[in-house]
């Protein structure tokens, strides 16, 4: 019966439901005729020396010089033995005898995995660790030497305007109106929604973000009263007492209509004036009332509900969905959209900056750096979790194998040195008995 039972490729098969190893990749096969080659080797000197013990047994009186050679035949044979049991009995049951404490990673396998994923958690995924690793490594420096290539900037571009288009293919219409009615909308109608118009109320006057639009409407009425002059005299004629004379009319318009439009004149050059103050306290105090439990919250809450609640809101968010959609494949999906190009130039002077600005380089490195182990601290037994997981997963026998694929090359080293070993000690024992006296 030969020791070398196993086969001397691997089996592997992911595809058999198991959860075990993938199939064999060329590197792998490549690892499965080197781990062979080795196994040959190992064997060949195991079968040399026990010919070499045969030999000299059958053949000579073991006297001499043949008693060296017999007894570091010997022992050459006793070491490749012991070693090809003790390399064996990691990844399988020797000769196929369930000999105690054999097999040892197939039946440790799940530990074995428990323990690597403690082993890498502990000493590899921790925030000094992974830190140090990504400052060293420059990321943000090679990655700008790799987007100033033209070709990698449209494989960005390319790559983000492919998943926005993933995106927005599996998005449907009925997906939205499903969602506007069904969730958008009651969500809405069941919040309080006019505090939150009372903040963005508030802040919008705080921070003056109202004052153009009141210089839009101040100066558009200046220009409407100057070029329509004949409103007011129709308003001063048809309130007039009949029995006003016609020229009194057309001074006292006249008059309100320089006055109208001096007082909207000043308004419109006067950033303080007190019209413009008076409109910013009243906003002021509507922001107020519409953050208090008042009539007025009330109401307002009333007519928003009431607007939510119409069927067109669904239609119009529908609409805006359409379009929004139309000018996302129009400004990036689209190879010649203004939008992609732009990005593109962006990705560019973006990368440029990256290998010549040292220091904001490093910064960026910094935050990634910060970030990774501030993650790794914090989730590192999560992550390394997926070794003993994936480990739990695999078959016994497939686990062995393919980690056998891996170290075993370099396992049968220890068959080889124990061969060699076994020998020289052997002939050493022979030769201190020789020596010895008597």
Known sequence: MSIEKTPSVPRFGAGSGTGGPAELTPEDQERARGLKKMRTLALSLLILATLIFLSTHLFTDLSGVWGFVSRAS????????????????????????????????????????????????????????????????????????????????????????????YVLARIDDDSIKALTRNVIVPRLVATRKTPVLAQLLRQIVLDGAHHKL????????????RDNPQVIDEIVHNRAPSWVPDFVNEQLANRLQREVLGWVADVRDNEYHKARQALDAWLVDLSDNLESDSSLSQRAEEIINELLSQDGVVDSVLEIWGSLKQLLREAIIDESGEVRARIWQLIGEFAERLQADSEFSRRIDDQIATTAGDL???????????ISDTIERWDAKEAAERIELYVGRDLQYIRINGTVIGALVGLAIHTIIVLLPG
Do not use: C
């Open 74 to 165: 010997e022992a050459a044979m006793i070491g490749a033995i012991a070693d090809w049991f003790a390399v064996t009995a990691l990844f399988r049951h020797p000769l196929g005898l369930p000999i105690p404490h054999t097999a040892i990673i197939p039946r440790k396998k799940d530990t074995l995995g428990a323990s690597l994923s403690a082993f890498v958690a502990a000493n590899f995924l921790h925030a000094e660790a992974v830190s140090t690793k990504i400052r060293s490594a420059e990321i943000s420096h090679r990655a700008g030497q790799w987007l100033a290539k033209p070709g990698n900037r449209d494989i960005v571009v390319d790559r983000a305007a492919g998943g926005l288009e």
């Open 214 to 225: 009141v210089d839009l409407i101040v100066a558009e009425a200046y220009d409407w009263l």
């Open 376 to 386: 790794a601290e914090s989730f590192g037994s999560e992550i390394a979790s997926v």
